[in-house]
């Protein structure tokens, strides 16, 4: 069972457009981490975010912890052909050190 | 600089061999973690170990082995390997609490 469940699954846009990852679980989550993965590379984090209601800002990545703590979104404005790859939440549950990943979106920006 | 690596990066087995993927890390990290990772489940862990001689098993721990006796070291073994293992494999570690995962660039296994 998968605990963290992303959407969509594959992504495909121009470059230039706005686009949202979401990251849902029904589960509650200490902190939850978002991670970028190039191809043949192992992931790479870009943010960690730990209060509920918590907006960061990468650039032109937003992310954001939803009150609860058993969601989580990315949005990233002015989409470039960089920004492809493949997306990855993964949360940390309270009481352990244990992180758990989401199914993945896959995002490609055509120039 | 530190850093983590895996070994082989490719590797062709038989079904029924045992094969072990190795992971070494030199940051000293007291957290280690195998992940699994296959198209439309994302990556999900195999393994983990807060310290020497700690091992917990994952949610796809079937199949699958590790020991830790040092801080620097933990080998996945396929006891008996099987097709539905082919996939790449990544290792990461971790200081602890919400501190990032740093992953090595995996192993592509495939067992025909």
């Known amino acids: 069972t998968q605990l963290l469940e992303q959407s969509p699954q594959f992504l495909s846009i121009q470059e230039g457009e706005n686009l949202t990852v979401y990251c849902n679980s029904s589960s509650v989550f200490s902190s939850l981490q978002w991670y970028r993965q190039e191809p043949g590379e192992g992931p790479v984090l870009l943010v960690t975010v730990v209060t509920g209601g918590e907006v960061k800002k990468l650039k032109r990545l937003t992310f954001q912890f939803g009150d609860a703590r058993k969601d989580s979104s990315l949005h990233i404005t002015a989409a470039q052909p960089g920004d492809t790859g493949l997306y990855l939440c993964?949360?940390?549950?309270?009481?352990?050190?244990?992180?758990?990943f989401g199914t993945g979106t896959r995002l490609k920006v055509l120039a | 600089d530190a850093e983590i690596t895996q070994s082989p990066r490719h590797k062709i087995t038989e079904t029924g061999r045992q094969v072990t993927l190795a992971c070494h890390q030199t940051?000293?990290?007291?957290?280690m973690f195998w992940y699994r990772q296959d198209l439309g489940h994302g990556l999900r862990l195999i393994h983990y170990?807060?310290?020497?001689?700690?091992?917990n098993k994952g949610e796809v721990s079937d199949g699958y082995s590790v020991s830790r006796s040092n801080t620097e070291d933990l080998p996945l073994t396929l006891e008996s390997a099987a097709s539905s293992q082919t996939s790449v494999y990544f290792c990461a570690s971790s200081q602890g609490g919400i501190e990032k995962l740093f992953f090595g660039s995996g192993t592509q296994l495939s067992v025909l």
């Open positions: 940051w000293n990290h007291n957290n």
């Open positions: 170990s807060y310290g020497v001689q700690d091992t």
């Open positions: 993964a949360g940390v549950r309270s009481g352990t050190y244990k992180y758990i």
